[in-house]
């Protein structure tokens, strides 16, 4: 008999899940990690790296063809129809797409994480949905997971599939699970013989779900003799028996995009494609977004460069008052914004990505900020392209062009753009994944110290110990090479923005040490506090990537140098303004007062102020939807685009 599927987990067992599935090591030198410890290492990102020659030359007669192909694509078709035509799901499987990170000994292209970037920027460019599909199926699907954990033989069986075009999906959302997984309901129960697991459950936004021939399901396998059990991953043909795709979801952008509501009724999959060992999956999965996240903001530089041109131009082009609109200032300030944030934005991903490539340094928070600033950011540069436009920003491409002007898709980049602020890890848990790692050093330090449930005399222990840290450390935070007038003078005119950034770096890092300080245990639920410090280290990152970009190129003697210089400049003055906003915020806020005001709405002192207004959502549906164990009663909408030698 089946019955409601509900996982219930406190918030300690949830926060003990994540942290043993976060890497703990740290065995390569982290940019980000010392910035936020207050050591400004520009060693480690300057000059700024570039690829090798030859990969750049592999990967640019890559984009050429790839570009080539793009350019005899419609956009406005997928936007249209809402679904991605398969003529050009073909097209892109000749070109490899499929394969594009996937080594050429498996049949994949074999390019850097730089120019997986660059080709994502060129296919998202045409529309957003076919960015998705591919970034989607390579950065969390089969592709990523297995190179990373797979075995010789599942990488042979699964990978030359893939770089054909047999697309991935990942399933780990369910309707009751968004960001917790310690609630993860579906199961994997192994089978009496041991020679396979059997899958039970219901997976909700399955990104590729509707058209895969492949899935990464991540299931949480029962104890037992013989199994370590926990939340582990599998490799799953999509058409197994059992299987059932029930919806094809549909949301405000991204009008291609093939996601939907996945069942498992006894779905019975080989041992031999559980990746990596039993409760490994949640460890596997976030290594895998420590590079995947980049996916992002590479789709995001894509807009923000389509952005930039589409401001300079109507901003030439529309006359009001006697002059273009551009020279008037409340526009000029906005098209500065858009182009100066657009430059530091690649600027964030390119080094972000050719770290990624170097394997030198460890990226996890330079990713992570990457995804969370960059994903941020365009939304911005979006909002003000639709004010910049006017009207005809706000105005739909199709009418655009039905009444003979120029189709301009404004307001869909504002719809599709939206959803990578939530994708891969919404902007708030991000910040709270950074804030954990920024205070990696200090946890290790004075561990119990802040653990509430820490007796006494541990706590004695770790404040010996945390005293022989902190008096190392935080006189160091005192005086930099910030304060020194000559410092970085080889950064030239940018020197004096390398300056500020060291100095903010030693001060969040004194704000994080008061912080620990006046709350101690209760520090982790100052979650506004913490976000206030990530995002000063995210401006301070992107300040960085720009200045350090922009000297490599002034370098170079050329007058896109000199005006790489300018925009970084302009960006860093604009980030200067929002990194001395951050600081004030951080002792001078309403955050308490919200939290009441919060605590006193939800116990319904205030319904008084709902009135006057219908909501037309009431009684059509529970706010989520529960979901049962047991057989699916609905057609099965899975439609892969083409098989590719499936072997069962």
């Not at 936007?79 to 991605?84: A, F, H, K, S, T």
């Not at 131009?313 to 100066?340: C, D, L, M, N, Y």
């Amino acid at each position: 008999m089946s019955t409601a599927a509900k996982v219930d987990a406190t918030e300690e067992q949830a926060r003990s899940l994540v942290e043993e599935s976060r890497e703990v090591a740290w065995t390569k030198p982290s940019f980000a990690k010392e910035m936020f410890l207050g050591r400004y290492r520009v060693d480690l990102i300057h000059p700024f790296p570039k690829p090798s020659a030859d990969d750049t030359a592999r990967t640019d007669a890559y984009l050429a063809r790839l570009r080539a192909y793009c350019e005899t694509l419609d956009g406005s078709v997928v936007e249209e129809q809402g679904r991605i035509p398969e003529q050009y799901v073909h097209g892109l499987a000749e070109l490899g797409c499929f394969g594009l990170k996937i080594p050429e000994e498996y049949g994949g292209q074999g390019l850097s994480q730089v120019g997986y970037n660059k080709a994502l920027m060129l296919v998202g460019s045409v529309h957003a949905s076919l960015g998705a599909l591919l970034s989607a199926h390579q950065s969390i699907g089969v592709p990523e997971p297995l190179k990373l954990a797979g075995t010789p033989e599942q990488k042979q069986r699964f990978l030359p599939r893939c770089a054909r075009g047999a697309i991935s999906a990942f399933l780990l959302t369910e309707p009751d699970v968004g960001s917790d997984p310690a609630r993860i309901a579906s199961t994997a129960t192994p089978t009496a013989d041991g020679e396979a697991y059997e899958l039970n459950g219901v997976k909700l936004w399955t990104t590729n779900g509707v058209v895969a021939e492949l899935l990464v399901v991540m299931a949480r396998v029962p104890k037992s003799d013989g199994h370590r059990g926990g939340i582990s991953a599998f490799v799953v043909e999509a058409d197994s028996e059992g299987i059932t795709v029930e919806r094809r979801n549909s949301f405000m952008g991204l009008r291609g995009l093939e996601n939907g509501v996945t069942r498992m009724y006894n779905v019975r999959v080989p041992r031999e494609n559980l990746i990596g060992r039993e409760g490994e999956g949640l460890k596997i999965a976030l290594t895998t977004l420590n590079a995947g996240r980049l996916a992002i903001p590479a789709l995001c530089t894509a807009a923000a460069k389509w952005s930039v041109k589409i401001a300079r131009e109507w901003s030439t082009a529309r006359v009001q008052w006697g002059r273009p609109v551009g020279e008037h200032a409340a526009v000029g300030t906005k098209v500065s914004f858009i182009a100066a944030t657009t430059y530091a934005v690649e600027a964030v991903l390119d080094l972000s990505a050719t770290m990624a490539d170097e394997s030198r340094n460890d990226i996890r928070i330079e990713a992570a900020l990457a995804k969370l600033w960059v994903s941020e950011m365009s939304c911005r540069i979006a909002d003000e392209l639709v004010q910049i436009r006017g009207g005809r920003g706000y105005e739909t491409a199709a009418s655009l062009r039905a009444r003979g002007e120029r189709a301009v898709g404004a307001e869909q980049l504002v719809r599709d753009l939206r959803i990578n602020r939530i994708f891969e890890g919404s902007s708030e848990i991000m910040r709270l994944l950074v804030a954990r790692e920024m205070a990696d050093a200090h946890m290790t330090a004075a561990g119990a110290l802040v653990d509430k449930h820490a007796e006494f005399k541990e706590k004695a222990k770790a404040a010996a110990g945390a005293g022989g840290f902190y008096a190392k450390w935080f006189p160091q935070l005192a005086v930099g090479p910030g304060t020194a007038p000559a410092a970085f003078a080889d950064f030239g005119p940018l020197a004096r923005h390398m300056r500020f950034v060291e100095r903010m770096a030693r001060k969040q890092a004194r704000a994080l040490t008061y912080g620990m300080a006046r709350w101690q245990a209760k520090l982790e639920y100052r979650q506004m506090f913490l976000g206030r410090l990530v995002d000063i280290g995210a401006e301070l990152f992107a300040m960085s990537a720009a200045c350090v970009r922009a000297q490599a190129e002034r370098a170079d003697g050329t007058a896109e140098g000199e005006a790489a210089a300018e925009l970084a400049d302009v960006f860093c003055r604009q980030a200067r303004i929002r990194v001395r906003q951050l600081f004030d915020s951080l002792w001078e806020n309403t955050d308490d007062a919200d939290v009441r005001l919060a605590r006193n709405l939800f116990d319904g002192r205030y319904r008084w102020l709902e009135e006057g207004a219908l909501d037309p959502s009431e009684g059509t549906g529970p706010w989520i939807a529960e979901w049962q164990m047991g057989p699916s009663t609905e057609e099965n909408l899975l439609r892969p685009w083409f098989r590719v030698g499936a072997v069962h």
